[in-house]
Structure formats: structure tokens, C-alpha cells
């Protein structure tokens, strides 16, 4: 009885290792933070995994103008507010997701996460081990995310360090959506690290090109969500294929992008609704705007035909059926005022391989 009664107190003593997952339980990486002894380069403390990743591995420092602000929650909306300006229809969800996250989150006492397999960390500073320091988690029967954080280790963190780590949540929450299918947090490390290194100088096409190389579906272009790539019906990268954008001739204004499934977009005293229903089967994906050379919306298409449009030029294999009030197509002159809209069928060629002077 006596061994009994010390494993229980020996037991009850320690801190726990919390492993969010009884079953029907849902988990995911909310992120890592480093503890450092103080005989790391660093010195004794606490560091976002993303802040030493962008700062010694990508050499993207955090802007100095960060660095001012009072505390990581201010950080994170400064940023998401900057990117309002390029990228106003991700910054509006990360503004949403942020204030459920701060309405949802729970700091935890005694208990260390059990690390998550989905980091692929590529480096670790001598005399740092990496430490699981948030996670986000649903309860069976419920749609709530929790989001769970280390107590000890949040309190240990600086301000830039903790903001790095409410960042990655959102980045890495939208990188799970089954558009996108990341597998690990490789790609949301990276663009939070470009965020909070390019906040005083976002840059819609650099953004654009960026979100496509780190496999984002989506992103914005003067006001229209565009498509930057799609996934074949197996669902992985191996079936990925990045939509084509078509420039101007010598420029770096897009001429013509598939559109998004659903956006809404104001054009003058007008507000556009697309929603979409989509469903991942084998045929083209023929649904597109077309620009003027100054960037304003010449035409959208909503439910295009094939044409004779060359496979490299074909933006992929999501199939839609959509419009807008029952309209295919809207045309618009150079004042961005509406000036048709009618059913008449639309083919991709005439967007795709027009020849523009």
C-alpha cells in the first residue's frame, strides 16, 4: 500500500506530457517556440521557431517598426491591417480568425504538449531544443477550435516572439484548408516570416507570385480573388497545377487569371457576389477575368467554354457552376462602370489567346 501511495504522489508531482487526443478528438500544430540555455548565441530564453528561422535562415528580420509596439496582439493587427491593402480578403479572414483565437485560447499550467510530426524544422541553434508551445484542438461533437497554449513558456516570450506564434496560427489554420492540403508548416513559416520582414513595404505582385510558390490557392488582384492553382481529384501536390496568369506584354500587370470560387469584389456604386459550387472531377475549369492595362476590370466570366485553348493555358480541373444573378459575363469600361451583362457563352480563347498589342 505504501509503494502505492509514493507512485501516485511521485506521479501527481511531475509536470504532464498533454496529448489532446481521446478519441474523436481533433489537433493541430499551433506552433513551436525554442528554449535556449545560456550558452546558445542567443543567450538564456524563449524564441518563436519562426522568428530564428526567418531571421537566421531566411535572412528576414522582423521590421524595426514592430519592434515598437506594446504588445503582440498589436503587432499582429498592424500587420494584418498593412496587408489589408494588397490582400483585403485574407487580412478580413486572419482579422476574423484572430479575435476567435484571442475569444477561444486557454493557457495550460503543468503540462507540456506532446510535439506535433508536422513541423520539418530544418534547424535548431546549439543548446536550444524545440518545445511544442500551442495547439489547436476541436472537442468530439463540436466545431469550436480551442486553441491551447504553454503557459510557462508564453510568459518566457517576449512580445515579437509571442506575435510570431499568433501569426503562424492563422497562416497555418488557412494552410490546412482542403483547397490548400499543406502536410506540415514549412510554407506557413515562410510567408510569416515575409509578413512580418515586408510589413512596411507589401508588394500585390511580389504577394501574388509568393502565394503561388508556397501553394495558397488563392489571392487577390485590384480588388478580384483569383485562383493561383488547383488540385487534381487526388488531392496531393503531385496533382497540383499552378493557374495560369497571363502579363502584358513588357509588364508586370496581369492581363488575365482564373477567378476564385467565390469573392465578393465592389466595382464603383456595385457589389458582385460569386459563390460556387465545386466538386473536384476531370474537366477544365473555365472561369476567368480579363484586365485593362491600368490594372481596372475589363470583363468576368463566370462559366466559360474550352474554345480551342492549349492544355498548358487551361486553369486546371475544378469544375464550377456559377454566375451572377444569372449572368455569365460582365463587361466593363475603363471607369470601372458596368456596361453589359448577359448569358451569351464565353470561351477561354478569346481571354487566353487574344493578341494585345
Same mark, same amino acid.
Given at each position: ?9 511521485? #506521479?501527481? !508531482? ?17 506552433? #513551436? ?6 550558452? !546558445? ?8 521557431? @519562426?522568428?530564428?528561422?526567418?531571421? *537566421? ?20 493587427? +498592424? ?14 479572414? +486572419? ?43 476541436? /472537442? ?27 501569426? &503562424?496560427?492563422?497562416? %497555418? ?22 509578413? $512580418?520582414?515586408?510589413?512596411? @513595404? ?18 487577390? *488582384? ?9 488540385? /487534381? ?39 458582385? &457576389? ?13 472561369? $476567368?477575368?480579363?484586365? %485593362? ?17 492549349? !492544355?498548358? *493555358?487551361?486553369? =486546371? +480541373? ?5 454566375? +451572377?444573378? =444569372? ?22 480563347? @478569346? ?5 494585345? @498589342?
Amino acid at each position: 500500500m505504501k509503494s502505492l501511495i509514493f507512485i501516485l504522489l511521485a #506521479f501527481s !508531482s511531475k509536470s504532464l506530457a498533454l496529448d489532446s487526443r481521446p478519441q474523436g478528438y481533433e489537433r493541430g500544430n499551433g506552433g #513551436f517556440l525554442m528554449t535556449c540555455s545560456s550558452q !546558445s548565441f542567443l543567450g538564456a530564453g524563449v524564441f518563436s521557431v @519562426d522568428h530564428i528561422e526567418a531571421t *537566421y535562415l531566411h535572412a528576414l528580420p522582423a521590421a524595426e517598426s514592430l519592434k515598437l509596439l506594446r504588445d503582440e496582439v498589436e503587432v499582429v493587427r +498592424y500587420i494584418l491591417n498593412k496587408l489589408h491593402t494588397v490582400n483585403p480578403t485574407r487580412a478580413e479572414l +486572419y482579422t476574423q480568425w484572430l479575435q476567435e483565437l484571442l475569444n477561444s485560447r486557454e493557457f495550460v499550467k503543468n503540462f507540456a504538449f506532446i510535439p506535433l510530426p508536422d513541423s520539418s524544422t530544418t534547424m535548431i541553434p546549439e543548446y536550444c531544443k524545440q518545445e511544442q508551445a500551442a495547439i489547436f484542438i476541436t /472537442t468530439p461533437g463540436k466545431s469550436k477550435l480551442r486553441f491551447l497554449f504553454n503557459q510557462n513558456l508564453w510568459e518566457q516570450a517576449s512580445t515579437l516572439d509571442r506575435a510570431y506564434l499568433l501569426l &503562424h496560427e492563422l497562416i %497555418y489554420r488557412e494552410a490546412l484548408l482542403g483547397e490548400n492540403n499543406h502536410t506540415n508548416s514549412v510554407a506557413a513559416r515562410y510567408l510569416n516570416a515575409w509578413l $512580418f520582414h515586408s510589413v512596411e @513595404d507589401l508588394n500585390q505582385q511580389d504577394l501574388l507570385e509568393l502565394l503561388r510558390s508556397l501553394h495558397f490557392s488563392r489571392g487577390d *488582384y485590384n480588388g478580384v480573388t483569383l485562383r493561383l492553382f488547383v488540385r /487534381t481529384p487526388s488531392g496531393n501536390l503531385t496533382g497540383l497545377r499552378l493557374a495560369p496568369i497571363i502579363y502584358f506584354p513588357g509588364s508586370s500587370n496581369i492581363r488575365v487569371a482564373p477567378l476564385a470560387d467565390s469573392f465578393t469584389v465592389r466595382i464603383g456604386e456595385d457589389i458582385f &457576389h460569386r459563390v460556387c459550387n465545386e466538386s473536384f472531377i476531370n474537366e477544365k475549369f473555365p472561369s $476567368f477575368v480579363e484586365f %485593362y492595362p491600368s490594372g481596372k476590370i475589363k470583363k468576368m466570366v463566370f462559366q466559360a467554354t474550352d474554345g480551342n485553348v492549349p !492544355s498548358s *493555358y487551361t486553369p =486546371g +480541373y475544378l469544375k464550377t457552376q456559377c454566375s +451572377y444573378k =444569372g449572368k455569365n459575363k460582365l463587361e466593363f469600361n475603363e471607369n470601372g462602370e458596368l456596361t453589359s451583362a448577359s448569358s451569351v457563352p464565353e470561351s477561354l480563347s @478569346d481571354a487566353y489567346l487574344a493578341d494585345v @498589342d
